[in-house]
């Protein structure tokens, strides 16, 4: 039996963190911004026969699918939701018109979860309740959602840094998708 004499007192927790470094260094952060205006709630098609489905429910489709798609990966990926132009504020910097949504005990930018899959893919149906819209962004005003928004977006991802080793720092790749109509 031949046996590594360097290899006998290893300790099996360095090759744990050895992998782990690397799968925070290849991660990436990424930040759905949403355009909630009243607009993105009024048919997408325009013919009678299809089905009636809103430009928001085809945002909600195609984000519910990347995150089942990360899941499904096995991707260790955090990603935020946030929506803006909303009457409704839930943010860290208490900014007028953004809210960013979440599920559970989950941080506002985490791993994607079943659970948060679940509940976002029916968002449509309580969206104007829960959280509502305003009509649109007015150019020139003070109170402009989409600055808001991407100072949102940017503190959940400096945030997200927090986790990171300091070697993994500068390799993270962080993303923000904004999609509105």
Same mark, same amino acid.
Not at 48 to 70: G, M, N, P, R, W
Not at 93 to 111: E, F, H
């Given at each position: 039996?031949?046996? =590594?004499?360097? #290899?006998?007192?290893?300790?099996?927790?360095?090759? =744990?963190?050895?992998?782990?470094?690397?799968?925070?260094?290849?991660?990436?952060?990424?930040?759905? +911004?949403?355009?909630?205006?009243?607009?993105?709630?009024?048919?997408?098609?325009?013919?009678?026969?299809?089905?009636?489905?809103?430009?928001?429910?085809?945002?909600?489709?195609?984000?519910?699918?990347? *995150?089942?798609?990360?899941?499904? #990966? #096995?991707?260790?990926?955090?990603?935020?939701?946030?929506?803006?132009?909303?009457?409704?504020?839930?943010? *860290?910097?208490?900014?007028?018109?953004?809210?960013?949504?979440?599920? #559970?005990?989950?941080?506002? +930018?985490?791993?994607?979860?079943?659970? +948060?899959?679940?509940?976002?893919?029916?968002?449509?149906?309580?969206?104007?309740?829960?959280?509502?819209?305003?009509?649109?962004?007015?150019?020139?005003?003070?109170?402009?959602?989409?600055?808001?928004? *991407?100072?949102?977006?940017?503190?959940?991802?400096?945030?997200?840094?927090?986790?990171?080793?300091?070697?993994?720092?500068?390799?993270?790749?962080? +993303?923000?998708?904004?999609?509105?109509?």
């Amino acid at each position: 039996m031949d046996l =590594d004499p360097e #290899g006998i007192f290893r300790d099996d927790s360095d090759e =744990d963190d050895d992998n782990v470094q690397e799968r925070e260094a290849n991660k990436e952060m990424v930040v759905y +911004l949403v355009y909630a205006s009243l607009k993105m709630f009024t048919p997408a098609t325009t013919q009678a026969d299809e089905k009636q489905e809103t430009h928001f429910h085809t945002i909600v489709y195609c984000i519910t699918q990347s *995150l089942k798609t990360q899941i499904i #990966g #096995g991707s260790y990926d955090e990603v935020a939701i946030c929506f803006f132009n909303t009457k409704e504020k839930k943010n *860290l910097q208490d900014l007028a018109g953004v809210y960013v949504y979440n599920v #559970g005990d989950r941080d506002p +930018l985490d791993r994607p979860t079943a659970k +948060l899959i679940k509940d976002f893919s029916c968002i449509e149906d309580s969206f104007m309740s829960n959280i509502g819209s305003r009509y649109g962004i007015t150019a020139g005003s003070r109170e402009n959602t989409l600055y808001n928004a *991407l100072w949102v977006a940017q503190t959940l991802l400096c945030k997200g840094y927090v986790h990171f080793p300091p070697f993994a720092f500068m390799q993270c790749h962080s +993303l923000i998708n904004l999609v509105g109509y």
